[in-house]
């Protein structure tokens, strides 16, 4: 517990911190806290999604803007990576539906299927890149697939008119966390002014 400080040592303290040290502090605080929620989504996205290419974790950023009256550190995924933006960054983390944009259904390679590669990615870049080898079968329940011309049981994608994906939480998590972060560090700076 610190001593009982004057009001002329007071005075001194705000003096000296108002002339810049308070918000080198503050900035200092926010960009750990900035690099410590990057740090935690970074390790969530490995954790929680299938990681293929690693795009999605090196679009992962954080930003601060110091404002007269607030500071705001932002935290965010998709951004430009290898000259390109990372789309499903947003559902990856909060979920949802995804629809085709100019197909009537999704192409999804089925699990073990000649389409889908041992890692569990699609083997080719999509259902016209194998040619004429595949034909559309409707099954008795319903249900659609391409198979092959030749082997009518070999089903290679099933064909869905949506899919949802499962929120994975890594922004969100690491964003909660760093907000945690942020108060005990700003209650350490808060010591600093009343300690000197």
């Known amino acids: 517990m610190g001593r009982t400080i004057t009001p002329e040592e007071f005075a001194d303290r705000m003096a000296r911190l108002s002339s810049g040290g308070f918000y080198k ?19 969530y996205a490995t954790q929680r999604l299938n990681v293929r290419s690693g795009r999605l974790r090196s679009s992962i950023a ?25 789309p ?13 944009k100019r ?3 999704l ?16 083997r080719r870049a999509g259902p016209r890149s194998w040619g004429e ?3 559309v079968h409707k099954f008795q329940t319903g249900g659609l697939a391409l198979v092959s ?8 994608y099933w064909l869905v008119k949506s899919v949802r ?23 350490s700076v808060a010591k600093v002014v009343q300690n000197g």
Do not use: C, W
């Not at 502090?25 to 390790?43: D, N, P, Q, Y």
């Not at 011309?149 to 290679?156: F, G, I, K, L, S």
């Not at 499962?166 to 560090?185: C, G, V």
């Open 165 to 187: 994906i499962k929120p994975k939480y890594y922004l969100s998590d690491a964003f909660d966390e760093a907000q945690d972060n942020m108060t005990m560090r700003l209650r």
């Open 88 to 100: 499903y960054a947003r559902i990856q983390d909060l979920g949802g539906k995804i629809v085709p």
């Open 149 to 156: 011309r030749t082997e009518p049981m070999q089903v290679y």
């Open 103 to 105: 197909a009537k259904r």
């Open 25 to 43: 502090a503050i900035k200092r605080e926010a960009t750990e806290v900035g690099i410590f929620a990057k740090g935690r989504a970074v390790l």
């Open 62 to 86: 954080y930003g601060i803007k110091l404002k007269p009256r607030s500071i705001e550190i932002q935290l965010h995924a998709g951004g430009h990576v290898q000259g390109e933006d990372v």
């Open 107 to 122: 192409a999804i390679p089925a699990k073990g299927g000649p389409a889908e590669a041992a890692s569990g990615d699609a």
């Open 133 to 135: 080898l595949l034909r």
